[in-house]
T-cell receptor, first 113, second 113 residues
């Protein structure tokens, strides 16, 4: 089955700096890679996603890059703000008959004012 | 439009007791999932369903059973609760295609004593 590794497990940055979180996946059939943000005590919510036919996607301060050959993808947050502090999860899924979404273990991002 | 709703939000069980967690979605999604979230372990898939009347095992299915008798509902059962099942449980749904955003419920915090 699919295995998703996520690094780092914790990340602390100063407000205004950039943050990068990296994930690798094992199943070459995976073709959908979402990123979720979970604030303390809340449910995970999608912040950005990318499909395997695209190498990069950007939405304001957030961007995701995908390297299918190396089977890794990354989340980039620029100009970080205190409200970006949360746990971020990457995930991977395939569109095969046994569709399921496999998550990484999460990264706790702390943005210090 | 409520999205994904979980019942109950909190529960304390004694070892050996049984209970059912209810997940309801009003978005006409085909795919539904149950995850458990434990510190440092991310979101681990317990069981999932690709349509009404279907269920499949995820990463950590032991000790749990599920049913999807109606498209909008996905039930998670614990027949004989154990302290190792103390966790936060999240239900999610997605659709109509296989590779789209998963929407999460608000979570159920279960403590088994």
């Amino acid at each position: 089955g699919e295995n998703v590794e996520q690094h780092p497990s914790t990340l602390s940055v100063q407000e205004g700096d950039s943050a990068v979180i990296k994930c690798t996946y094992s199943d070459s059939a995976s073709n959908y890679f979402p990123w979720y943000k979970q604030e303390l005590g809340k449910r995970p919510q999608l912040i950005i996603d990318i499909r395997s036919n695209v190498g990069e996607k950007k939405d304001q301060r957030i961007a995701v890059t995908l390297n299918k050959t190396a089977k890794h993808f990354s989340l980039h947050i620029t100009e970080t703000q205190p409200e970006d502090s949360a746990v971020y999860f990457c995930a991977a899924s395939s569109g095969g008959s046994n569709y399921k979404l496999t998550f990484g273990k999460g990264t706790l991002l702390t943005v210090n004012p | 439009n409520a999205g994904v709703t979980q019942t109950p939000k909190f529960r304390v069980l004694k070892t050996g007791q049984s209970m059912t967690l209810l997940c309801a979605q009003d978005m006409n999604h085909e795919y539904m999932y149950w995850y458990r979230q434990d510190p440092g372990m991310g979101l681990r898939l317990i069981h999932y369903s690709v349509g009404e009347g279907t269920t499949a095992k995820g990463e950590v299915p032991d000790g749990y059973n599920v049913s999807r008798l109606k498209k909008q509902n996905f039930l998670l059962g614990l027949e004989s609760a154990a302290p190792s099942q103390t966790s936060v449980y999240f239900c999610a749904s997605s659709g109509p295609s296989r590779v789209t955003e998963a929407f999460f419920g608000q979570g159920t915090r279960l403590t088994v004593v």
